[in-house]
T-cell receptor, first 119, second 115 residues
Framework: DAGVIQSPRHEVTEMGQEVTLRCKPI?????LFWYRQTMMRGLELLIY????????DSGMPEDRFSAKMPNASFSTLKIQPSEPRDSAVYFC?????????????????FGPGTRLTVL | QKEVEQDPGPLSVPEGAIVSLNCTYSNSAFQYFMWYRQYSRKGPELLMYTYSSGNKEDGRFTAQVDKSSKYISLFIRDSQPSDSATYLC???????????????FGSGTQLTVLP
């Protein structure tokens, strides 16, 4: 299995530009999570989907952030317009109730992250 | 008060030392207690988990949960330079109707094991 795939791995953009981050979850996983990680705030959940439906977006910082999951194999996180304080590493993770050991805990499998720098 | 509080570190120890990493939590509904390990410039990976109170051992790693005091610990015996990483605790309630609930991660403790 290829694992969770994220693109791009690095993104440098200027303030005010639109940024789109992409994620392909592990095939068969029905839950997808977007996180943001900074030194100051640690790993923060932005939004998560179950069966392509957004369940909780209370972590999305403001209206400049939006996320979509048009199908089970693809999700996007968009920032428009971007600001320097959005600079962070953005992770996508996926999970499934019938995970590796078929237990009922929620093992999440993380992608390699997208390192975003907004100048 | 945050739902999960973790000793921030950073922590630096000599090779072979015993390491203790700790978290406290406030949500009594948490049933599963996971530890994720994150190497530099990588995504977190599940290291081990326990269900409810008690201990669980996996090689040099022992996870311990005391639900009465809402305290979570990870012990590393005979620490190695390859253990150098950030460790994040992540308690959760468990699945509901076949769909995931969100994890609440601690802030992470950065560990460096010096050769």
């Amino acid at each position: 299995d290829a694992g969770v795939i994220q693109s791009p791995r690095h993104e440098v953009t200027e303030m005010g530009q639109e940024v789109t981050l992409r994620c392909k979850p592990i095939s068969g996983h029905n839950s997808l999570f977007w996180y943001r990680q900074t030194m100051m705030r640690g790993l923060e959940l932005l939004i998560y989907f179950n069966n392509n439906v957004p369940i909780d977006d209370s972590g999305m910082p403001e209206d400049r952030f939006s996320a979509k999951m048009p199908n089970a194999s693809f999700s996007t996180l968009k920032i428009q317009p971007s600001e320097p304080r959005d600079s962070a590493v953005y992770f996508c993770a996926s999970s499934s109730p019938t995970g590796v050991d078929r237990g009922k805990h929620n093992e999440q499998f993380f992608g390699p992250g997208t390192r975003l720098t907004v100048l | 008060q945050k739902e999960v509080e973790q000793d921030p570190g950073p922590l630096s120890v000599p090779e072979g030392a015993i390491v203790s990493l700790n978290c406290t939590y406030s949500n009594s509904a948490f049933q599963y207690f996971m530890w994720y390990r994150q190497y530099s410039r990588k995504g977190p990976e599940l290291l081990m988990y326990t269900y409810s109170s008690g201990n669980k051992e996996d090689g040099r790693f022992t996870a311990q949960v005391d639900k009465s005091s809402k305290y979570i610990s990870l012990f590393i015996r005979d620490s190695q330079p390859s253990d150098s990483a950030t460790y994040l605790c992540a308690p959760e309630e468990g699945f509901s109707s076949g769909s995931a609930r969100q994890l609440t991660f601690g802030s992470g403790t950065q560990l460096t094991v010096l050769p």
